[in-house]
């Protein structure tokens, strides 16, 4: 089986590896249909250390089941499934809470000796809580959308859910990351009133107006501050969504907030402090946010794609075959290309 693995900064390649097999009876196999490369992705790639052994790669994954142990009620063989960007056991405290992510018994992709997901099957643990039978065949044309379930739909989702955007809201997404698109259809669907997405490439910005944003700022630092201020009557938003993870974008998005408002960071965070000072203190702004509970999202998103509303594969704007998977990487540093879908 050939699988995508990194073996230090830059260094990516697909190599042969062993097949998955079943090693639990509360697993399965799964041959993967569509992968992609995420955001996170680019973090290690730009600044792994060298190993011999190499990492696992890839955390979102839809496809057929292969091969079932025999504690996993209600999939077979055959079953087109999706699987969130973590395994859970469904049945810990914090499952049951809606918290997936802090499952007892969980874990990520490619690590603790786990399969990655950029590769040709997977074994996934806990299958029976983690894998989404999807109602549609192998061939629909739903697969990219149905595709962004694992991680960067429910991500933006989870962003603009855990603010509290709903109508009449005044939102600022804060990064034209595919996880800021989808938190601009988020915000969306969710009945923003108004949408400010913060992003200078003009590709990304245009679908972020096709998904719901009604302003576009590409002004950094203190000129896109004083831009969201004027453009929002001096105030600042309501609900200031994060999702890029570095200390700029989330000393901006404290600077944008208005009194009593939300900043949300779901970016993958780059930095060991956070400028909440007596500023945000004096004008009760509140941070809320974190890794995205993804499963707990899937069921409640998953209509709106089959029916058609929303259309977050959208974001995918380069479809590589397994092999070339290393370009997809270079593609996405150099900013040649939003989100890369593989198809192995």
Same mark, same amino acid.
């Given at each position: ?9 830059? %260094?990516?390649?697909? %190599? ?112 029976? !809580? ?10 629909? !044309? ?125 970016? !993958? ?22 890794? !995205? ?13 089959? %029916? ?8 995918? %704007? ?27």
């Amino acid at each position: 089986m050939r699988a995508t693995l990194l073996y230090g900064a830059g %260094d990516i390649r697909v %190599d042969d590896v062993p097949d998955p097999a079943i090693c639990e009876p509360t697993d399965a196999v799964v041959r993967i249909l569509r992968s992609c490369i995420c955001g996170t992705d680019l973090w290690p790639y730009r600044s792994m250390a060298p190993t011999e052994q190499g990492r696992r790669m890839g955390h979102e994954f839809l496809g057929v089941i292969e091969d079932l142990g025999p504690e996993v009620p209600g999939l077979k063989r055959g079953d087109l499934v999706l699987a969130p960007f973590m395994w859970s056991d469904g049945s810990c405290e914090y499952c049951r809470g809606g918290l997936p992510t802090s499952c007892r018994n969980g874990g990520f992709w490619g690590t603790q000796g786990a399969d990655g997901g950029q590769a040709e099957a997977i074994r996934v643990p806990h299958a029976q !809580a983690t894998l989404v039978k999807l109602p549609v065949g192998v061939d629909s !044309a739903l697969l990219p959308s149905l595709l962004t379930l694992s991680d960067v739909l429910p991500t933006g989702h989870h962003c603009a859910v855990s603010a509290a955007v709903g109508p009449h809201t005044t939102v600022a997404v804060i990064g034209d990351g595919a996880v800021g698109i989808a938190a601009v259809l988020a915000s969306k669907r969710l009945g923003a009133a108004r949408i400010l997405l913060m992003g200078r490439h003009q590709d990304r910005t245009r679908l972020g107006r096709e998904f719901g944003a009604t302003d576009v700022i590409p002004q950094r630092g203190e000129e896109g501050i004083e831009r969201v201020r004027e453009l929002t009557g001096g105030h600042g938003a309501q609900a200031v969504l994060e999702c890029v993870g570095t200390a700029e974008a989330v000393g901006t998005a404290f600077s944008i907030a208005r009194p009593g408002g939300v900043v949300s960071r779901v970016g !993958a965070p780059q930095y060991a402090s956070i400028p909440a000072g007596f500023e945000a203190f004096l004008h009760n702004i509140r941070l809320t946010g974190g890794m !995205a509970p993804a499963r707990t999202y899937i069921d409640e998103l998953l209509p709106d794609i089959l %029916d058609g509303s929303i259309q977050p594969g959208r974001v995918f %704007d380069r479809c590589l075959d397994l092999k070339a998977t290393p370009e997809g990487y270079d593609a996405m540093v150099d900013r040649r290309a939003l989100k890369v879908l593989i198809e192995p």
